[in-house]
Antibody
Framework: QVQLVESGGGVVQPGRSLRLSCAASGFIFSGYGMHWVRQAPGKGLEWVAVMSFDEKNKFYADSVKGRFTISRDNSKNTLYLQIDSLRPEDTAVYYC????????????WGQGTLVTVSP | DIQMTQSPSSLSASVGDRVSITCQASQDIANHLNWYQHKPGKAPELLIYDASNLKTGVPSRFSGGGSGTYFTFIISSLQPEDVATYYCQQFRDLYTFGRGTKVEIK
């Protein structure tokens, strides 16, 4: 069955960096695009970034452009999100999700990893 | 940027009631709209894609409709397990989620 497991979250000081991972199994990872979506405490879902299956296309939300970098290693079936210059407003649960194409629905999601930015 | 206005932000209804949620896009998005269910502590789940198509395995009491700028999501007979927050999401121009509708049982 399709499984997406996020990791790498934790408590981090403002200005530091963090790399989140999303380990995929149960499907051919190299054939799917992947998203990152986050949810701040008490708030709704916010789209963060997407990467195509072949790494040729990647897009970011304006709120994270320049500080967040999405990447993937198809040999390791893993998606990454590098977050630099962390801000308190980046505090959120970060989810990864799978898509069959960039104009396709997010059909499977992980359970998320919590990032807390605090002095 | 395309903005998605979802309403209501919350609702309370009785088991068996018909529940309706609307989502309005700031510009024409054709049928490029999906609906998700999110329960606390769980992974969000896709329910409806391309505005009106039910994902395989999703109960038929869930349905979606609309096109252009106005969309609806309906639960025809609310069940206790439907307590969750529901989100619309456009993918006409990048991706935007609505603010969510929290559904509770009265």
């Amino acid at each position: 069955q399709v499984q997406l497991v996020e990791s790498g979250g934790g408590v981090v000081q403002p200005g530091r960096s963090l790399r989140l991972s999303c380990a995929a199994s149960g499907f051919i990872f190299s054939g799917y695009g992947m998203h990152w979506v986050r949810q701040a405490p008490g708030k709704g879902l916010e789209w963060v970034a997407v990467m195509s299956f072949d790494e040729k296309n990647k897009f970011y939300a304006d709120s994270v452009k320049g500080r967040f970098t999405i990447s993937r290693d198809n040999s390791k079936n893993t998606l990454y999100l590098q977050i630099d210059s962390l801000r308190p407003e980046d505090t959120a649960v970060y989810y990864c999700a799978r898509v069959a194409c960039l104009l396709c629905p997010l059909d499977y999601w992980g359970q998320g990893t919590l990032v807390t930015v605090s002095p | 940027d395309i903005q998605m206005t979802q309403s209501p932000s919350s609702l309370s209804a009785s088991v068996g009631d018909r529940v309706s949620i609307t989502c309005q896009a700031s510009q024409d998005i054709a049928n490029h709209l999906n609906w998700y269910q999110h329960k606390p502590g769980k992974a969000p789940e896709l329910l409806i894609y391309d505005a009106s198509n039910l994902k395989t395995g999703v109960p038929s009491r869930f349905s979606g409709g609309g096109s252009g700028t106005y969309f609806t999501f309906i639960i025809s007979s609310l069940q206790p397990e439907d307590v969750a927050t529901y989100y619309c999401q456009q993918f006409r121009d990048l991706y935007t989620f609505g603010r969510g509708t929290k559904v509770e049982i009265k």
